[in-house]
Nanobody, 122 residues
């Protein structure tokens, strides 16, 4: 069982930056692939970024070059550094964990956090 708790969301002006954190419980964090997803009102949940247990990363085209995912296995934490935020990045951001490789399908993730709101104002 893995419990995930996100933090770091907030209100920022367009062009600004935020760093989200996701703290995980459990001694096997390093073996999980981790993903960040987001969902805004009226839209489906979408994949943002993912990082494998070995550190390989993948991003949605909409955030490439602006967002960076990383992990610190010693702290059982995954991060999402978000730069050059746009109003269209406004959403609730969720972290998720799964055994195996990173995939962009949320339905394949086993554990989810409660989400943190990110609002980028124009």
């Amino acid at each position: 069982q893995v419990q995930l708790v996100e933090s770091g969301g907030g209100l920022v002006q367009a062009g600004g930056s935020l760093r989200l954190s996701c703290a995980a419980s459990g001694r096997t964090f390093s073996s999980y692939a981790m993903g960040w997803f987001r969902q805004s009102p009226g839209k489906e949940r979408e994949f943002v970024a993912g990082i494998s247990s070995s550190g390989s990363t993948g991003y949605a085209d909409s955030v490439k070059g602006r967002f960076t995912i990383s992990r610190d296995n010693a702290k059982n934490t995954v991060y999402l550094q978000m730069n050059s935020l746009k109003p269209e990045d406004t959403a609730v951001y969720y972290c998720a964990a799964k055994v195996g490789s990173v995939v962009n399908m949320g339905a394949l993730y086993d554990y989810w956090g409660q989400g943190t709101q990110v609002t980028a104002s124009s």
